[in-house]
């Protein structure tokens, strides 16, 4: 019997195997022989094993659940495996399609991240190797695509009934995605507004501050946003109310329940900014620029939805341009200041700040102001106006503040009474930046006037019953409290003018006329009566009247009357002498026929006296027919030959002292016809009228006369002229004629205009027409004829047409660009058509093959809708029929056949070197 050693193991490799797996053992020690067996303890902890075996740890297999993301950026990204029985820390390889394998690292026992190379759109598959060198294909048909990319929502808040409309901004967005969003644990369903604007509505809160992510079909999209339920607020009340276009102004609201996340947006169309948060009952608001003065609404809120409402009223800039007076005395009380400049307004809260003091304005217009202001240092201040506290804007100059008026003299100290003579009055610190007056006690006021800086003039006024003196006192206007007593002066009564009769009379009729002057305190001594600067005798006819002789001149004169000695005694009597003048006629020329009616112009025409026209030698005398005082009217007599001669007027049998005006006389002008005679009643097209003798040298305005309308002609030639006919409100014939120089009119001679109907269109069909096709239009109407034409205006928005156009709709023809899916089962389904061109809700026509049209149903501007029939296997062609007819065909060979369902496959693994059979 042969004794052996008993076999010995020193080590087992691996030492790690996989649940589930098939694992080769290498067995390294001595002794072994061909009847070795292995015996295999298995132990959750080992320690009931024998104290000669080796351990081989027993690990879960690693199994990949899922990939985040499942649709991977064409230029590549960092991807996570989720899945069981990774390590931390391990390292893993990962093959994208037939791409070389990429490293990746266990970062948990659920996850393994790895960084997905660039790759061209399209399925690819997801392999994965162990560190045993097991294989697993992870997903067969794994996406590359251009990226959805998430950038913000807004807003990020809202109230807790939920309903908000939050808009995701992002790109790569797409119907076919089947996107949603969720809040927390809470779906909502989107709308995919365009490839880069997603809107979800918000549920009801259950959570003040929910996590809110976009799903699509492939996983969740990164990264997730913090959205904000917030309660409602209420708005008691804003100030300022009223500021700048130029934006800047803080207007503090106010109000209760006012979140920390409020925004403000001043008009309709402005745009939201953030609030400053003071506390939940005040948050302040900076107004934004605007372009035109007006109150818009300044809307308040804590998210889209809820908005509360203020107005706010934007002015233009205001401008201060003049202050008067611009010098002032201290010491005055108050002082008014009148600020001149544009764009103030009607508010108590406009005032005038003049140094450091803030004083409410009275308005006055939108150009001025005035503010009450008490001065009380002598010196410069500068002036700006206030609104709402803010300068809004600043006078350029400053106001200075004087020392007080000090009334030294008055002269002279006696003087005879007559209404407006002077009265000196000396003194100190007058200034021609400040205007004064006189008061008279009851006999009102009078402006002063300032001759220097210590000297004032004052009139005396008109008074009914003469004081023994006068005492006036000297006001500064502006400074109603700056009064000033002057030293009295000895009033002497005298003579006092009260009326002049007549106060006016044309000349040459009204030669060698006197007047008489009215009034008191005449005596039976020689006066002289003065016309301004002209003096005459003056014959005195009782106490009370003066007769006077009137100047060689003509013109209107201030009257005075003047006493033995000298002592001048002047009123308020204005004396106006009217010659008669004659400067112009019209029409200035006439035909050799005579007895056409001429307008002679002038002035100082009167109805008294006989008045006639004389032409050239010809002293036959016209009688004139008054007008007015500025016109008289004669009749031309016949004239023997053509060209010029004089006229001139008789006054009283007397010749104007004016002299003569010319005239001309022509030939006798003749209409023989116009071209085109009849056209439509709008009018502003141009006809030619042809005749003879047409004044066109001696004309110095010509005109064309359409029965009781008038308009400006073109002279050519002696035998042709232009002239625009003008519209009328109906057709009718009219009688034409020319003129002129306004009324010198050419015969006719019968020649007539007609006027015919506009063209009216009352509609067109058809109404909506595809861009890129020919259509025929059906205008219908009335009044068309042979000549008529038609005028087309393109616009975007049709605002710049004419009132009477009738409008077609020019429209995108639908483009299919892709269908969707592309291969369709037998039984049929559902397909969508996508491309461009389309219209929501409106309907077309699809064919599959030669089945009958299907309706399809467009659901947005880039898909239809459709349900293919079902069909035999096979390719048919896809055809679609637009609402105008039009007929595309998409798609010569779309497949039918019975749709490919995927369940598995098995195994999932298997050796490196290939050869499994998978099913």
């Given at each position: 019997f042969?004794y052996?050693p008993d ?9 790690r195997?996989?649940s ?8 390294i020690g ?7 067996r ?13 104290a ?7 690990v ?9 993301p499942?649709?991977?950026d064409v230029e590549?990204?960092l991807v ?6 990774f390590g931390?820390d391990?390292?893993y ?5 037939h791409?070389?394998r ?5 970062i ?27 294989y697993?294909?992870l997903?067969p048909?794994?996406s590359?695509?251009?990226q959805?990319?998430?950038?913000g ?25 089947g996107l ?8 909502s ?9 997603l ?7 259950y ?6 992510t976009?799903?699509?079909?492939y ?13 409602p607020?209420k708005?008691t009340g804003?100030?300022?109310?009223v ?9 503090t ?6 979140s920390?996340l409020?925004y403000c947006?001043?008009g309709q169309?402005g745009v ?7 506390s939940?009952?005040?948050i302040?608001c ?6 035109i003065?007006?109150v818009v ?8 939805d ?11 800039q ?8 611009r010098?002032l ?7 008014s ?10 508010t108590?809260?406009m005032g ?5 003091k803030?004083?409410h304005g ?5 150009t ?8 009380e ?9 206030s ?18 008026v ?5 002269v ?9 003579i ?12 400040l205007?004064y ?5 009851l ?5 002063a ?9 004052c009139?005396v006024?008109?008074?009914?019953n003469?004081?023994?003196?006068l005492?006036?006192?000297i006001?500064v206007?502006g ?9 009295c002066a000895?009033?002497?009564h ?5 009326s ?6 044309n ?8 007047v ?7 005596r ?5 009566c003065k016309f301004g ?10 106490s009370?009247?003066l007769?006077c002789s009137?100047?060689?001149?003509c013109?209107?004169f ?10 001048l005694?002047?009123g308020?009597?204005?004396f106006e ?6 400067h112009g006629v019209t ?7 005579g007895?056409?009616r001429i307008?002679l112009?002038?002035?100082g025409?009167?109805?008294d ?10 002293y036959t ?5 008054f007008?007015s ?7 031309t ?6 060209g010029?001669?004089?006229?001139s007027?008789?006054?009283d049998y007397?010749?104007?002292?004016t ?9 006798s002008?003749?209409?023989q016809f ?7 009643v709008?009018g ?9 003798d047409f ?5 110095s ?11 400006d002609?073109?002279?050519v030639?002696s ?5 625009d006919?003008p519209?009328i409100?109906r057709?009718?014939?009219?009688n ?17 205009f007609?006027?015919?109907?506009d ?11 595809y ?5 025929v ?14 005028q087309?205006w ?5 605002e710049d047409?004419?009132a009477?156009?009738?409008s077609i709709a ?15 089962d037998?039984e ?6 996508v491309g461009r061109?389309?219209g929501?809700?409106?309907e077309?026509d ?8 299907v309706?399809?149903?467009g659901?947005?501007?880039?898909a239809i ?20 007819g039009?007929?595309?065909l ?5 497949s039918?056949?019975?749709?490919i369902h995927?369940y598995g ?6 050796p490196n ?5 998978i099913t």
């Amino acid at each position: 019997f042969q004794y052996i050693p008993d076999a010995v193991v020193h080590s087992v490799f691996p030492t790690r195997v996989y649940s589930g797996s098939t694992a080769v053992l290498t067995i390294i020690g001595e002794f072994f022989d061909e009847d070795a067996r292995v015996q295999v303890w298995v132990s959750n902890s080992g320690e009931d094993w024998p104290a000669d075996v080796v351990s081989i740890a027993v690990v879960d297999h690693a199994v990949v659940e899922s990939i985040r993301p499942s649709l991977i950026d064409v230029e590549g990204q960092l991807v996570t495996l989720v899945g069981r029985g990774f390590g931390r820390d391990r390292e893993y390889d990962c093959s994208f399609g037939h791409d070389e394998r990429v490293r990746c690292h266990g970062i948990s026992s659920t996850a393994i991240e790895c960084r997905a190379p660039a790759h061209r759109p399209g399925n690819v598959s997801l392999s994965l190797w162990q560190e045993n060198g097991q294989y697993s294909l992870l997903y067969p048909l794994l996406s590359y695509d251009s990226q959805i990319h998430l950038y913000g929502i807004s807003p990020s808040f809202g109230p807790n009934r939920g309903g908000t409309r939050i808009t995701v901004i992002g790109n790569g967005f797409s119907v076919s995605m089947g996107l949603f969003c969720t809040f927390g644990l809470h779906e909502s369903s989107s709308e995919v507004v365009s490839s880069s604007i997603l809107v979800c509505i918000s549920p009801e809160k259950y959570a003040s501050i929910d996590v809110f992510t976009v799903v699509s079909q492939y996983g969740i999209l990164y990264p997730s946003f913090a959205y904000h339920y917030v309660d409602p607020i209420k708005i008691t009340g804003i100030w300022p109310s009223v500021g700048s276009v130029l934006g800047g102004t803080a207007v503090t609201v106010k109000g209760e329940g006012i979140s920390m996340l409020s925004y403000c947006r001043f008009g309709q169309n402005g745009v939201w900014s953030p609030a400053v948060f003071k506390s939940s009952k005040i948050i302040y608001c900076t107004s934004t620029s605007h372009t035109i003065q007006e109150v818009v609404p300044l809307t308040i809120s804590t998210h889209q939805d809820e908005r509360h409402v203020v107005y706010f009223e934007y002015i233009i800039q205001l401008e201060v341009l003049e202050v008067r007076p611009r010098a002032l005395y201290h010491g005055c009380g108050v002082s008014s200041l009148t600020v001149f400049g544009s764009n103030l307004r009607r508010t108590e809260d406009m005032g005038c700040r003049v140094g450091p003091k803030f004083v409410h304005g009275l308005y006055m217009t939108s150009t001025s102001m005035r503010c009450n202001v008490v001065l009380e240092q002598q010196g410069t201040v500068q002036l700006s106006v206030s609104l709402n506290g803010v300068e809004y804007a600043h006078y350029p100059g400053t106001i200075e503040v004087k020392e007080a008026v000090e009334i030294l003299d008055i002269v002279p100290r006696e003087l005879q009474y007559a209404a407006g003579i002077m009265l000196t009055i000396v003194g100190t610190n007058f200034d021609h930046q400040l205007s004064y007056e006189c008061f008279f006690a009851l006999h009102s006021s009078v402006r002063a006037g300032l001759i220097n800086e210590t000297t004032l003039v004052c009139p005396v006024p008109l008074m009914d019953n003469l004081p023994n003196e006068l005492c006036p006192q000297i006001k500064v206007i502006g400074q109603e409290s700056c009064v000033h007593q002057v030293p009295c002066a000895i009033l002497l009564h005298g003579m006092v003018l009260v009326s002049i009769s007549p106060s006016r009379v044309n000349l040459p009729s009204a030669s060698g006329q006197d007047v008489l002057v009215a009034g008191e305190g005449f005596r039976q001594s020689v006066h002289f009566c003065k016309f301004g600067v002209h003096t005459a005798e003056g014959t005195v006819i009782s106490s009370s009247l003066l007769r006077c002789s009137l100047p060689p001149r003509c013109g209107s004169f201030p009257v005075s009357v003047a006493d033995p000695g000298r002592n001048l005694f002047q009123g308020s009597l204005v004396f106006e002498i009217v010659c008669a003048d004659l400067h112009g006629v019209t029409p200035s020329l006439g035909t050799v026929d005579g007895s056409q009616r001429i307008t002679l112009l002038g002035k100082g025409f009167a109805t008294d006296g006989a008045a006639f026209c004389t032409f050239g030698k010809n002293y036959t005398r016209i009688v004139l027919e008054f007008i007015s005082s500025t016109a008289l009217v004669c009749s031309t007599p016949p004239w023997d030959k053509v060209g010029f001669t004089d006229i001139s007027i008789v006054w009283d049998y007397k010749d104007l002292p004016t002299g003569n005006l010319p005239f001309q006389y022509v030939h006798s002008s003749k209409i023989q016809f116009v071209n085109p005679s009849r056209g439509r009643v709008t009018g502003h097209f141009r006809i030619t009228v042809h005749g003879r003798d047409f004044p066109i040298e001696n004309a110095s305005a010509f005109y064309c006369i359409f029965g009781s309308l008038k308009t400006d002609g073109i002279s050519v030639s002696s035998s042709i002229a232009y002239c625009d006919v003008p519209a009328i409100d109906r057709s009718d014939l009219v009688n034409f004629s020319l003129a002129w120089d306004d009324s010198f009119i050419v015969d006719g001679h019968g020649a007539a205009f007609q006027y015919i109907p506009d063209a009216v269109v009352h509609s067109v069909f058809p109404t909506r027409v595809y861009s890129g096709s020919t259509a025929v239009l059906t205008i219908i109407g009335e009044f068309f004829d042979e000549d008529a034409r038609v005028q087309v205006w393109v616009s975007n928005s049709g605002e710049d047409w004419p009132a009477d156009v009738v409008s077609i709709a020019v429209v995108d023809h639908a483009v299919v660009e892709s269908i969707r899916p592309s291969l369709i089962d037998v039984e049929g389904q559902l397909v969508t058509l996508v491309g461009r061109g389309f219209g929501r809700d409106r309907e077309y026509d699809c064919s599959f093959g030669h089945d009958e049209r299907v309706r399809c149903h467009g659901i947005s501007s880039t898909a239809i809708e459709c349900r293919a029939p079902a069909h035999r296997p096979g390719n048919v062609s896809l055809s679609l029929w637009q609402e105008n007819g039009q007929y595309s065909l998409l798609y010569p060979l779309l497949s039918y056949d019975s749709q490919i369902h995927l369940y598995g496959i098995s195994p999932s693994f298997g050796p490196n070197r290939g050869g499994t059979r998978i099913t």
